[in-house]
């Protein structure tokens, strides 16, 4: 396989997408890779697992040293972005902040081409931290004027998962009964983070201007559904049992109290069961990539021999 020494850099390149986005690229013979994140923890993971890769602490956040791997880059993937926490300080440095000093970095040393990793909650009908964050992060993104692609995933799930799906399969194979809020039938457009990749991929190779692009799941999965589907392929024995929604709420609005960054919070719940159907476009002939089954994706997920033994802290 012949190798690509085209410099990409990945702001935020330590959590799902980038850990599953690095292992596609070095697949495809690309060796000049450098992730920039400030969690020291996943970060070495993911050096211990590509030692040929720069993997780097920063802040980015903050001016610093970390500026200076743009120089010369093809191309950044913007993947920096804060998920979960009860408070609206960190939603504003992390998705809002940072951004905004690595467009300047981008347009200061001329990087000719961006994918920015947005999200599906920018149209989504919920009012959380993170939904009205992405969405102005986005806006600015647009704004700064830099050659790019905007790309808006739903949910994702596949290797190194630690909130969503990951962290469901981890706590349905230690307790005996696995909690459904309601009725649990909440349609939802699981994305594999696998199939994201190679369209992150065909980006870079292609240089693809616009969007955005509403990035799907191509099948409709009902939650309920989609847990059934881990247990099974996770061998977990836990009962399935649904609880009222208020009950639920109320139980991790009490786990937020202890602890500082809870797996899943009340907003999100409040997303879950928002009702929101997202567009499903032909990404498949748009970018030249051949879509996983769910329920194969599922399987690759929970049972590679190398990566789904891999656990990202929060």
């Given at each position: 396989?012949?190798?690509?020494?085209?410099?990409?850099?990945l702001p935020?390149?330590a959590?799902?997408?980038?850990?599953?986005?690095?292992?596609?690229?070095?697949?495809?013979?690309y060796?000049n890779?450098?992730?920039?994140?400030?969690?020291r923890?996943?970060l070495?993971?993911?050096?211990k697992?590509?030692?040929?890769i720069?993997?780097?602490?920063?802040?980015?956040?903050?001016p610093?040293?970390?500026?200076?791997?743009f120089?010369?880059?093809?191309?950044?993937?913007?993947?920096?972005?804060?998920?979960g926490?009860?408070?609206?300080?960190p939603?504003?440095?992390?998705?809002?902040?940072?951004?905004?000093r690595i467009?300047?970095?981008?347009?200061?040393?001329?990087?000719?081409?961006?994918?920015h990793?947005?999200?599906?909650?920018?149209?989504?009908?919920?009012?959380?931290?993170?939904?009205?964050?992405?969405?102005?992060?986005?806006?600015?993104?647009?704004?700064?004027?830099?050659?790019?692609?905007?790309?808006?995933?739903?949910?994702?799930?596949?290797w190194?998962?630690?909130?969503?799906?990951g962290?469901?399969?981890?706590f349905m194979?230690?307790?005996?009964?696995?909690?459904?809020?309601?009725?649990?039938?909440y349609?939802?457009?699981?994305?594999?983070v696998?199939?994201f990749?190679?369209?992150i991929?065909?980006?870079?190779?292609?240089?693809?201007?616009?969007?955005?692009?509403?990035?799907?799941?191509?099948?409709r999965?009902?939650?309920i559904?989609?847990?059934?589907q881990?247990?099974?392929?996770?061998?977990?024995?836990?009962?399935?049992?649904?609880?009222?929604?208020?009950?639920?709420?109320i139980?991790?609005?009490?786990?937020?109290?202890f602890?500082?960054?809870?797996?899943?919070?009340?907003?999100?719940?409040?997303?879950?069961?928002?009702g929101?159907?997202?567009?499903?476009i032909?990404?498949p002939?748009i970018?030249g990539v051949?879509?996983?089954a769910?329920?194969?994706?599922?399987?690759?997920?929970?049972?590679d021999p190398v990566?789904?033994?891999?656990?990202?802290?929060?």
């Amino acid at each position: 396989m012949a190798t690509i020494d085209r410099k990409i850099v990945l702001p935020g390149g330590a959590g799902l997408v980038g850990q599953n986005l690095v292992a596609h690229l070095e697949r495809k013979g690309y060796t000049n890779i450098v992730v920039l994140d400030k969690h020291r923890h996943n970060l070495g993971i993911l050096q211990k697992l590509h030692p040929n890769i720069v993997a780097e602490y920063a802040d980015l956040a903050e001016p610093g040293a970390w500026e200076a791997h743009f120089e010369g880059a093809e191309s950044v993937v913007m993947l920096q972005a804060q998920i979960g926490d009860p408070n609206p300080e960190p939603f504003v440095r992390n998705n809002l902040v940072s951004t905004d000093r690595i467009l300047d970095v981008i347009a200061r040393q001329q990087v000719p081409y961006t994918v920015h990793i947005s999200s599906s909650v920018v149209e989504s009908v919920a009012n959380d931290h993170y939904t009205r964050t992405k969405r102005e992060q986005e806006e600015r993104v647009v704004a700064k004027g830099v050659d790019s692609v905007v790309l808006r995933p739903t949910l994702m799930f596949g290797w190194f998962d630690r909130k969503h799906l990951g962290w469901l399969s981890r706590f349905m194979r230690r307790v005996p009964v696995f909690p459904i809020p309601g009725h649990g039938q909440y349609m939802r457009q699981p994305l594999y983070v696998g199939d994201f990749c190679d369209i992150i991929v065909s980006c870079i190779e292609s240089h693809l201007l616009g969007g955005p692009f509403n990035i799907s799941g191509l099948e409709r999965v009902e939650y309920i559904e989609m847990i059934r589907q881990i247990k099974r392929a996770t061998g977990a024995r836990c009962v399935i049992v649904r609880i009222p929604y208020d009950l639920f709420s109320i139980l991790l609005k009490t786990w937020a109290l202890f602890d500082r960054n809870p797996p899943f919070t009340a907003d999100q719940l409040k997303a879950l069961t928002a009702g929101d159907e997202f567009e499903v476009i032909d990404w498949p002939s748009i970018f030249g990539v051949v879509p996983t089954a769910f329920a194969d994706a599922v399987d690759k997920t929970f049972n590679d021999p190398v990566y789904s033994k891999v656990e990202l802290e929060f």
